[in-house]
């Protein structure tokens, strides 16, 4: 399914009239959350604190623990490990592109009374009660801000720095195709609040243990360039065991930052890391660079994402995983540059 409606008047309407009902709210990002998802959530979050609204926030993973570089995102306070929500009556999740993406938390949110899902995937796949779905969005973060605005909350510091914090990972620092000169100005517009652009960046990109910077010389060193692939586009590929990250006490999340470093080779137009997960299972990460829909093959695996950005999580041996990813890829069309 590839999701192509916009959010409706209407529904952005039933929407706020449910998060200020006097219900329990739980906003919820993905499992492994991104600064997108949880970025949105801790904002949304926040001005539903700041009307004096009962809300938590959640995702799915089991153990609970937020990832290393979004620790430093306001709203911390809000957080809740899935087993202690309770029985919320209104569910909001954000970046969330298919139910299985809830995790733990998919029962209590199929249970709740009204289940909203805030996203811009065209992978979404239409779970919500109501979809406020805009594919079209660079991030889920700018449609947590329209919902901040139509809560009528005041933009400050500690919102905005949530919003900018999903935008500048989803867009690459403003630097994928979905960057329009509306987000440089929503961009603007955060950057008047006071907010600290240049301490957002460092915590999200260079703030890393120098465990990551051998764990990326490892990902590097065993790279292969199959520039056969993709139709003759190329594809470069690499792998990181549990093994590869145990060695440096790293968690999983520590590996994320790989595929930004090997998907620069020219010869290559996507790029493939699979990271080993603790219970042996495959997180397979996906990057275009612009000629090839790479959600297809992410959807197709059982996952979803963006169509320059995608990815799916399997159990098998990394060396299947990578004959099924080539093949998904070598029927896929080619677009226009």
């Known amino acids: 399914m590839s999701w192509s409606a916009a ?113 811009h995937h065209t992978s979404y796949t239409g779970f919500g009660t109501i979809s406020l779905v805009d594919v079209t969005a660079p991030a889920t973060a700018v449609l947590a801000l329209e919902l901040v605005d139509r809560l009528d909350v005041t933009l400050d510091v500690e919102i905005a720095t949530c919003v900018y914090s999903g935008i500048i990972t989803d867009t690459g620092s403003f630097k994928y195709a979905a960057t329009t000169p509306a987000t440089h100005e929503l961009a603007a517009r955060l950057l008047r609040t006071g907010m600290r652009h240049d301490l957002i960046s460092r915590h999200v990109y260079d703030d890393e243990p120098f465990g990551v910077v051998r764990l990326v010389g490892a990902a590097v060193s065993r790279a292969e360039l199959d520039p056969d692939a993709v139709g003759g586009l190329g594809l470069i590929s690499t792998v990181i065991s549990a093994a590869d990250r145990a060695e440096f006490n790293l968690p999983i999340d520590a590996a994320e930052r790989i595929i930004d470093v090997v998907r620069i080779a020219t010869e290559a137009e996507v790029a493939c890391v699979l990271k080993e997960e603790d219970d042996s299972a495959w997180r397979v990460s996906l990057r275009s660079k612009g000629q090839v829909d790479v959600s297809i093959v992410a959807s197709g695996l059982g996952g979803g994402g963006h169509r320059f950005a995608a990815g799916f999580t399997r159990a098998g041996s990394p060396a299947s995983l990578l004959v099924e990813v080539r093949a998904a890829l070598a029927d896929l069309p080619h677009l226009p540059e």
């Open 7 to 119: 959010p409706v008047e209407s529904d952005w309407i039933d929407t706020v009239s449910a998060l200020t009902s006097g219900e329990s709210v739980l906003l919820v990002g993905h499992v492994a959350p991104d600064a997108d998802a949880l970025g949105s959530a801790l904002a949304v979050g926040l001005a539903l604190e700041r009307l004096g609204i009962p809300v938590a926030v959640s995702f799915g993973n089991d153990p609970f623990e937020v990832p290393r570089i979004l620790r430093s995102l306001p709203g911390q306070h809000l957080l809740k490990a899935p087993d202690s929500v309770g029985d919320p009556r209104v569910v909001v999740s954000f970046d969330v592109s298919s139910i299985d993406r809830l995790g733990v938390l998919r029962a209590r949110a199929e249970q709740a009374s009204t289940f909203v899902a805030i996203d």
